[in-house]
Nanobody
Framework: QVYLGESGGGLVQAGGSRGLSCVVS????????MAWFRQVPGAEREFVAR????????RYADSVEGRFTISRDNTKNALYLQMDEVKPEDTAVYFC??????????????????WGQGTQVTVSS
Protein backbone atom coordinates (compact mmCIF):
# COMPACT_ATOMS: atom_id res chain seq x y z
CA GLN A 1 0.00 0.00 0.00
CA VAL A 2 1.28 3.45 -0.91
CA TYR A 3 1.65 5.94 1.90
CA LEU A 4 2.84 9.56 1.80
CA GLY A 5 3.44 11.03 5.22
CA GLU A 6 4.00 14.75 5.66
CA SER A 7 5.60 16.23 8.74
CA GLY A 8 7.10 19.49 9.94
CA GLY A 9 4.03 21.64 10.12
CA GLY A 10 3.33 23.97 13.01
CA LEU A 11 3.28 27.60 14.04
CA VAL A 12 5.84 29.99 12.60
CA GLN A 13 6.18 33.76 12.78
CA ALA A 14 5.97 35.87 9.67
CA GLY A 15 9.39 36.30 8.16
CA GLY A 16 10.60 33.04 9.63
CA SER A 17 11.35 29.63 8.16
CA ARG A 18 9.90 26.16 8.29
CA GLY A 19 10.89 22.88 6.69
CA LEU A 20 8.39 20.24 5.62
CA SER A 21 9.13 16.60 4.86
CA CYS A 22 7.22 13.89 3.04
CA VAL A 23 8.38 10.33 3.50
CA VAL A 24 6.95 7.78 1.09
CA SER A 25 6.46 4.05 1.47
CA UNK A 26 5.00 1.49 -0.90
CA UNK A 27 6.57 2.92 -4.04
CA UNK A 28 10.00 3.96 -5.26
CA UNK A 29 9.80 7.70 -5.84
CA UNK A 30 12.88 7.76 -8.07
CA UNK A 31 10.64 7.47 -11.15
CA UNK A 32 7.94 9.85 -9.88
CA UNK A 33 7.58 13.57 -10.25
CA MET A 34 6.67 14.99 -6.85
CA ALA A 35 4.89 18.14 -5.79
CA TRP A 36 3.60 20.20 -2.91
CA PHE A 37 0.13 21.69 -2.83
CA ARG A 38 -1.69 23.64 -0.15
CA GLN A 39 -5.25 24.28 0.82
CA VAL A 40 -7.15 26.62 3.10
CA PRO A 41 -10.73 25.97 4.28
CA GLY A 42 -13.29 26.83 1.66
CA ALA A 43 -10.76 27.11 -1.14
CA GLU A 44 -9.46 24.78 -3.80
CA ARG A 45 -6.18 23.00 -3.36
CA GLU A 46 -3.46 25.06 -5.04
CA PHE A 47 -0.12 24.22 -6.54
CA VAL A 48 3.02 25.26 -4.65
CA ALA A 49 6.03 23.52 -6.21
CA ARG A 50 7.04 20.54 -8.32
CA UNK A 51 10.26 18.61 -8.83
CA UNK A 52 11.10 16.13 -11.57
CA UNK A 53 12.06 12.55 -10.78
CA UNK A 54 15.79 13.18 -10.96
CA UNK A 55 15.47 16.55 -9.28
CA UNK A 56 16.72 18.73 -12.12
CA UNK A 57 13.50 20.46 -13.18
CA UNK A 58 11.77 22.66 -10.62
CA ARG A 59 8.55 24.62 -10.91
CA TYR A 60 7.07 27.08 -8.43
CA ALA A 61 3.90 29.02 -8.02
CA ASP A 62 4.48 32.75 -8.47
CA SER A 63 3.37 33.34 -4.89
CA VAL A 64 6.27 31.31 -3.45
CA GLU A 65 8.99 31.76 -6.09
CA GLY A 66 12.21 32.92 -4.44
CA ARG A 67 11.00 32.06 -0.92
CA PHE A 68 10.31 28.30 -1.04
CA THR A 69 12.64 25.54 -2.18
CA ILE A 70 11.56 22.06 -3.16
CA SER A 71 14.04 19.21 -3.03
CA ARG A 72 14.13 15.45 -2.82
CA ASP A 73 16.32 12.60 -1.67
CA ASN A 74 15.51 9.50 -3.67
CA THR A 75 17.81 7.39 -1.49
CA LYS A 76 15.52 8.19 1.45
CA ASN A 77 12.32 8.11 -0.61
CA ALA A 78 11.62 11.60 0.66
CA LEU A 79 10.47 15.01 -0.54
CA TYR A 80 11.12 18.34 1.16
CA LEU A 81 9.89 21.90 1.14
CA GLN A 82 11.97 24.65 2.72
CA MET A 83 9.80 27.66 3.42
CA ASP A 84 11.64 30.94 4.05
CA GLU A 85 10.33 34.47 4.55
CA VAL A 86 6.92 33.05 5.26
CA LYS A 87 3.86 35.27 5.18
CA PRO A 88 0.45 34.97 6.87
CA GLU A 89 -1.03 34.08 3.49
CA ASP A 90 1.14 30.93 3.47
CA THR A 91 -1.07 29.55 6.23
CA ALA A 92 -2.61 26.33 4.90
CA VAL A 93 -2.57 22.57 5.04
CA TYR A 94 0.33 21.40 2.91
CA PHE A 95 0.11 18.17 0.93
CA CYS A 96 2.71 16.17 -0.95
CA UNK A 97 1.78 14.35 -4.14
CA UNK A 98 3.32 11.98 -6.68
CA UNK A 99 2.79 11.09 -10.32
CA UNK A 100 4.41 8.79 -12.87
CA UNK A 101 3.10 10.78 -15.82
CA UNK A 102 5.29 13.67 -16.97
CA UNK A 103 3.01 14.83 -19.75
CA UNK A 104 0.33 15.97 -17.34
CA UNK A 105 -0.05 19.62 -16.42
CA UNK A 106 2.12 19.87 -13.32
CA UNK A 107 0.01 22.46 -11.52
CA UNK A 108 -3.25 20.55 -11.67
CA UNK A 109 -4.51 18.53 -8.73
CA UNK A 110 -5.83 15.80 -11.00
CA UNK A 111 -2.37 15.28 -12.51
CA UNK A 112 -1.24 13.44 -9.37
CA UNK A 113 -2.01 9.87 -8.41
CA UNK A 114 -0.93 9.69 -4.80
CA TRP A 115 -1.47 12.14 -1.95
CA GLY A 116 -0.53 12.51 1.66
CA GLN A 117 -2.88 13.49 4.47
CA GLY A 118 -1.40 16.94 4.89
CA THR A 119 0.33 18.95 7.58
CA GLN A 120 -0.89 22.29 8.93
CA VAL A 121 1.33 25.35 8.68
CA THR A 122 0.17 28.47 10.48
CA VAL A 123 2.00 31.77 10.03
CA SER A 124 1.41 34.39 12.68
CA SER A 125 1.72 38.07 11.92
Amino acid sequence: QVYLGESGGGLVQAGGSRGLSCVVSGLNISTYAMAWFRQVPGAEREFVARISAAGYILRYADSVEGRFTISRDNTKNALYLQMDEVKPEDTAVYFCAATLYYNRVYSRVDSYDYWGQGTQVTVSS
